[in-house]
Each structure stands twice: as C-alpha cells, then as structure tokens.
T-cell receptor, first 117, second 114 residues
Framework: GAGVSQSPRYKVAKRGQDVALRCDPI?????LFWYQQALGQGPEFLTY????????KSGLPSDRFFAERPEGSVSTLKIQRTQQEDSAVYLC???????????????FGQGTRLTVV | DAKTTQPPSMDCAEGRAANLPCNHS???????VYWYRQIHSQGPQYIIH???NNETNEMASLIITEDRKSSTLILPHATLRDTAVYYC???????????????FGQGTILTVHP
C-alpha cells in the first residue's frame, strides 16, 4: 500500500511477556518516528530514526523499550517484560524529509493497540 | 518547542466554517506552526503548516497573527467527516536533536453536527 503500515493492529500480552511491534514506512522515507498514545491523551514521542541511525531516543520510558531500523526501512519497537502501564496505542510515522530540512510532514500509521493483562 | 494552548472542545454546524484557535505566545523565530488531526481509531493526519505567512491548501487555511503568538485553522465548509481531535503544534525548523519530534498537546475536539 501507499501508506504507513503497522502490525499487528491489536496485541494482548500477559504481564512480563516480550512484544515486538512492526512498522513499514512509506517507501523512500528517510525519517521514522515512534509515538505512544495513552487513552484520552495526545501522542507522545518515543524515538526518531534518520535512515538506520537512531538520532533521538529521549522519549523511551525505560530500558525495557528498544527500537531498531537496521536497513533504514522497516522498524521494530520491542518492549521487554511488559507492564500494565505499557498499555497504549503505539503509532509509527514516516517522512520524506529529514530533520534540519525545515518543514516536516509526517505520515502516520493506524497504530498498534497494546493491552497488557 | 513552544507550548500551545487550545480550547478543549468546539462545535460546528455542517457546511459552516470551523475556526480553531491556538495560542503559542512563546513561539520563537525559527518555529513552524503545524496542524494535525486525529479521527477516532486512526493515526494523526497532517493538515497544514506555516512559518509567518498565511497558508492555504485543499484541506484548510492557516492564519498566523503578525506577532506569531497565535493562529487559527479554518475548515471552510465543515462536514461530518471533519469531526476529530485537532492538534496545534509548534516545532523548530532546525537546530539540536529535539527538532525531530512533534509535541502534541491535548488538542481540540471538534464536533461537526448536522
């Protein structure tokens, strides 16, 4: 498809389980972002990639959260030993431009809803 | 990035113009104003952005005051499909490592009614 694709759309994990969330950005997009959105809140920044380089991971809430984009296209957000407070929608976005270019039009996927029980 | 203030909710009649205000009194000279919206159960969607001048595209118009301390997003003929949360975001154009991120606030819930 032409848009940002995320999988799975829904994930239920038992507390303590590891999960991996996948993001397929728009082909050719240099920049890739991960956001976390709790119920009733706006999205909150987690991390940013420019190609395969992770330039900003300041938003990752703990060392249980890890993101990678090894070939500069598909990205995976991994959460180890999930906790109930990790329950949220995880959004991925990509952009043709890179930071420093000025404007930034980001295209978001539909997100993965993670529920930790 | 500068903080923004938006009303928590607004109503609009279908077919009328929806004017969504945003205050960003601490905006600095190199910061853009962006608008995104989020329809229920979908990811945010880019609408428009601007630096100093007013901007218009096929979705909306963005009016930025001369002192750049506030802006208004205008949906000229609102439809029921425009019901969404609208986010006003300011973001630095360049410099440092934080300008990669978009800082969403709580946004304005716009309800378009028949």
């Amino acid at each position: 498809g032409a848009g940002v694709s995320q999988s799975p759309r829904y994930k239920v994990a038992k507390r303590g389980q590891d999960v991996a969330l996948r993001c397929d950005p728009i082909s050719g997009h240099v920049s890739l972002f991960w956001y976390q959105q709790a119920l009733g809140q706006g999205p909150e920044f987690l991390t940013y990639f420019q190609n395969e380089a992770q330039l900003d991971k300041s938003g990752l809430p703990s060392d249980r959260f890890f993101a990678e984009r090894p070939e500069g296209s598909v990205s995976t957000l991994k959460i180890q030993r999930t906790q109930q407070e990790d329950s949220a929608v995880y959004l991925c976005a990509s952009s043709l431009s890179w930071i420093g270019q000025g404007s930034l039009e980001a295209f978001f996927g539909q997100g993965t809803r993670l529920t930790v029980v | 990035d500068a903080k923004t203030t938006q009303p928590p909710s607004m109503d609009c009649a279908e077919g009328r113009a929806a004017n969504l205000p945003c205050n960003h009194s601490t905006i600095s000279g190199n910061e853009y104003v962006y608008w995104y919206r989020q329809i229920h159960s979908q990811g945010p969607q880019y609408i428009i952005h601007g630096l100093k001048n007013n901007e218009t595209n096929e979705m909306a118009s963005l009016i930025i005051t001369e002192d750049r301390k506030s802006s208004t997003l205008i949906l000229p003929h609102a439809t029921l499909r425009d019901t969404a949360v609208y986010y006003c975001i300011v973001r630095a154009a360049s410099g440092g490592t934080s300008y990669g991120k978009l800082t969403f606030g709580q946004g304005t819930i716009l309800t378009v009614h028949p």
